[in-house]
């Protein structure tokens, strides 16, 4: 495993996958990789964020400023915690055109954690950012039309599954892939690190039809 590897691959398929990788080897990666905006241990917690509970977690993107979003499995659950993939592209260009114009036009909140203010554009320059938990009070009926049938098409296009185990790297383009999970059983020691990365112009070589 090496990072030129890495976003060779994730520039043709928008992922890169590897198993048995330790922890110094994923530290070394990521530091090629860009500037690492945030490293966060997913660990299943009574705080009130999704992210820390054993349930569904909706389709979306992380924050707009990270290229790469890696995962080092340290721990899957005894059950479920199956990571979901979407094609952001695929099922922006399943729209109508009057959608996808009203989409391009729409921000939504940068964070949760954020202040309410702080938005950033679904689409700019080639990259998506969307959360369905991030979107505005205030569109307009078109643009929520537009929303519902990005919702729709996302449900409709083809997902990639994978259930990630012990020691599994896994690094995806965050600005074109669109990432959920399943639930999984509760207190059995779930543990993803997830790393996100900020780096230059990242390439966008390849059609990204999910193998
Ligand atoms: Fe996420």
């Not at 048995?20 to 660990?43: H, M, P, R």
């Not at 950033?120 to 990259?127: A, L």
Request: hydrophobic share 35%.
């Amino acid at each position: 495993m090496n990072a030129e590897l890495i976003k060779k691959e994730v520039a043709q398929n928008g992922f890169y996958y590897a198993e048995k990788v330790k922890q110094e080897e994923v530290e070394g990666v990521v530091a090629e990789l860009g500037k690492t905006l945030f490293i966060t241990d997913i660990i299943e917690r009574d705080n009130g964020r999704i992210l820390n509970s054993a349930t569904d977690m909706f389709l979306h993107t992380d924050q707009p400023d990270a290229n790469y979003l890696v995962w080092h499995c340290l721990k899957q659950a005894a059950q479920g915690g199956e990571t979901v993939l979407v094609n952001i592209e695929e099922a922006f260009t399943d729209l109508s055109a009057d959608h996808q114009e009203c989409l391009k036009q729409i921000k939504l909140r940068l964070s949760l954690l954020s202040p309410q203010e702080l938005t950033h554009p679904f689409y700019e320059s080639g990259r998506f950012f969307y959360s369905p938990s991030l979107l505005l009070d205030e569109y307009s009926k078109d643009q929520n039309e537009a929303v519902s049938a990005f919702q729709t098409a996302l449900e409709r296009v083809p997902k990639k599954t994978i259930r990630l185990r012990k020691n599994d790297f896994f690094a995806l383009d965050n600005t074109r892939l669109m990432h959920g999970r399943k639930s999984f059983q509760s207190a059995t020691g779930r543990h993803l690190k997830r790393y996100l990365i900020q780096a230059d112009g990242i390439e966008n070589t390849g059609s990204m039809s999910l193998p």
